[in-house]
């Protein structure tokens, strides 16, 4: 069923958006789709369909073939580069203006909310804006990184790598536990574009739900969340949040700061 701009369903999630004091949004590949950047399990078709992710995407895999593993990155971040926000992170952005405790958590590592005006997205899986030393934990900004060396070093030697989260490695304690500590205080959880599927990223609209947060979810797919949802709206974030939009600006918003 999709939502249409008279749609109950879409009227209820813009009153729950307009009310919240208190919001925790979770976001993954889906909100990037409409940017023409492929879900992380669609991008495992086509070029790349015939490498394991754990070639692509794990430290053993770089320590098999470094080489292999920066061209995969630097063919993402070239999609990630021809790429710009679309309307599902200009209006989280625009929600983050309206809500006095807000926080965005994503899974993604396209920098787009960053791009969109999110001001300190938590970046849970990293960030292709980055690389980082192995040996000396440096990071760098990827735009200094030279294009034409096969595997980059650090000027102490080590290996470059992209400051992304690989299979089988922990997410980083801090932003973690900020994540944790916004999804126990929310009153409202948000979920766009996420199969739930990966751990500890998918537990947080849990958390938010466990300690008395409503959870909205804003997905097509099937996604795990969706059944838990207090409300799901089986709808392209694209389309979906910026309806939203419209019903929030004429609600009594607690803008943080001036709207502008
Ligand atoms: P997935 O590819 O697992 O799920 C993408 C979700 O987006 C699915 O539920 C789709 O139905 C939904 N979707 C697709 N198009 C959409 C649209 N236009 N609007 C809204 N939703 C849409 O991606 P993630 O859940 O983000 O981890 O994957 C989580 C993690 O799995 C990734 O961060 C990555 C991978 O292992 C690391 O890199 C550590």
């Known amino acids: 069923m999709t939502s249409s701009p008279q749609d109950p369903l879409l009227a209820r999630a813009a009153a729950w958006l307009a009310e919240a004091q208190s919001l925790f949004v979770l976001t993954g590949a889906g909100v990037s789709r ?3 950047i492929p879900t992380f399990r669609e991008a495992r078709k086509g070029l790349w369909a015939r490498f394991d992710p754990e070639q692509l995407a794990s430290r053993a895999g770089f320590d098999a073939d470094p080489a292999l593993v920066w061209r995969w990155y630097r063919w993402r971040k070239a999609r990630v580069r021809a790429a710009s926000p679309n309307p599902a992170h200009h209006a989280i952005a625009a929600l983050e203006r309206r809500v006095a405790d807000f926080t965005l958590a994503t899974q993604n590592v396209d920098g787009l909310h960053r791009r969109a005006g999110s001001r300190a997205p938590l970046e849970l899986h990293g960030s292709l804006d980055r690389v980082r030393c192995e040996r000396c934990g440096q990071r760098l900004p990827w735009e200094e990184v030279p294009e034409d060396l096969a595997v ?8 470059l790598r992209p400051d ?9 304690t801090e932003t973690l536990a900020q994540a944790l500590a916004a999804a126990t205080r929310a009153e409202l959880c948000l979920a766009v574009g996420t199969s739930g599927v990966v751990q500890p990223a998918a537990s947080l609209p849990l958390v938010a739900k466990r300690a008395g947060a409503r959870l909205l979810v804003i ?4 996604t795990v969340l969706g059944p838990l949802a207090d409300l799901w709206l089986r709808e392209r974030a694209g389309r979906c949040l910026p309806a939203l939009a419209p019903r929030l600006s004429g609600a009594p918003g607690r803008p943080r700061r001036a709207l502008g």
């Not at 980059?152 to 290996?159: E, H, I, N, S």
């Open 34 to 36: 409409e940017s023409g």
């Open 152 to 159: 980059p070093r650090c000027a102490c030697g080590g290996r």
């Open 164 to 172: 992304v989260v690989w299979f089988h490695e922990p997410l980083d």
């Open 219 to 222: 997905d097509p797919g099937d």
